[in-house]
C-alpha cells in the first residue's frame, strides 16, 4: 500500500512568490493534516480536515496561506506571497480518523524561499 | 500556554545499554500520548500511543509510561542498537485541544 505521497520534495523561490505543495494521503483516511517543521523543531500543525472540511485552522496564517480539499481526498497548500521566513518543510499527514490513531506522515517538501 | 518539553540535549548512549528519553508538558490535558521517530530528510513514523488510562505500553524492545500526575512521559529503548539512532518526538493530543508536539530528542548510539 502506497504511504503519504507529497510533491515537490523540495522547492526553491524567491520571496513574494507564490508556492504551492500537493499531499495525497493514504486510501481510507478520512483526516488530513498539515504542519511546518523548522530545523531542530517538532511538526507545527498548521491545518486540520476531516474529510473536506477545515476543522482547525488557528494556526494558519491565513493573510497569505491557503489550504483546500477537495472531494475529501488530497489536498493543496498554498502560500502568496511567500516570505524569507516560510522557508522550512511542510509535512503531510493522514489518519484513519481523528482521535487514538497513529498519523502517517509523507517525505515533506522542503522550502527555501531566497 | 500549552507546552511540551523534551531532553534539550542530545543523548549519547553506549550500544546495549537502555536509552530514556522525557516528554514533560505543562498547562494540557491530553487524552493520548505518541511517540514518533524522525530520520534526517524523512517524515515522522508512528511508534507507541499511551492513553491517559494507561500507565504503561511496550512494543518489543520498546516501552512508554505515562503519568498524567506528574504531566510526564518516558520512552525506553532497551538494548539499544546502532540503528535506534534518530530523533524522537512525543505528541499530546486531546479532544479539545489540538495536537502538539514536542521539539524532539536526538539519540545517538554508540557501537
Known amino acids: 500500500e502506497a504511504g503519504v505521497v507529497q510533491s515537490p520534495r523540495y522547492k526553491i523561490i524567491e520571496k513574494k512568490q507564490p508556492v504551492a505543495f500537493w499531499c495525497n494521503p493514504i486510501?481510507?483516511?478520512?483526516?488530513l493534516y498539515w504542519y511546518l517543521q523548522n530545523l531542530g523543531q517538532g511538526p507545527e500543525l498548521l491545518i486540520r480536515y476531516e474529510n473536506e472540511e477545515a476543522v482547525d485552522d488557528s494556526q494558519l496564517p491565513k493573510d497569505r496561506f491557503s489550504a483546500e480539499r477537495l472531494k475529501g481526498v488530497d489536498s493543496t497548500l498554498k502560500i502568496q506571497p511567500a516570505e524569507l521566513g516560510d522557508s522550512a518543510v511542510y509535512l503531510c499527514?493522514?489518519?484513519?480518523?481523528?482521535?487514538?490513531?497513529?498519523?502517517?506522515f509523507g517525505p515533506g517538501t522542503r522550502l527555501t524561499v531566497l | 500556554s500549552q507546552k511540551i518539553e523534551q531532553n534539550s540535549e542530545a543523548l549519547n548512549i553506549q550500544e546495549g545499554k537502555t536509552a530514556t528519553l522525557t516528554c514533560n508538558y505543562t498547562n494540557y490535558s491530553p487524552a493520548y500520548l505518541q511517540w514518533y521517530r524522525q530520520d534526517p530528510g524523512r517524515g515522522p513514523v508512528f511508534l507507541l500511543l499511551?492513553?491517559?488510562?494507561?500507565k504503561e505500553k511496550r512494543k518489543e524492545r520498546l516501552k512508554v509510561t505515562f503519568d498524567t500526575t506528574l504531566k510526564q512521559s518516558l520512552f525506553h529503548i532497551t538494548a539499544s542498537q546502532p540503528a535506534d539512532s534518530a530523533t524522537y518526538l512525543c505528541?499530546?493530543?486531546?479532544?479539545?485541544?489540538?495536537?502538539?508536539f514536542g521539539s524532539g530528542t536526538r539519540l545517538s548510539i554508540r557501537p
Open positions: 499511551i492513553r491517559e488510562n494507561e
Open positions: 486510501s481510507g483516511h478520512n483526516t
Open positions: 505528541a499530546l493530543d486531546s479532544s479539545a485541544s489540538k495536537i502538539i
Open positions: 499527514a493522514s489518519s484513519f480518523s481523528r482521535g487514538y490513531n497513529e498519523q502517517f
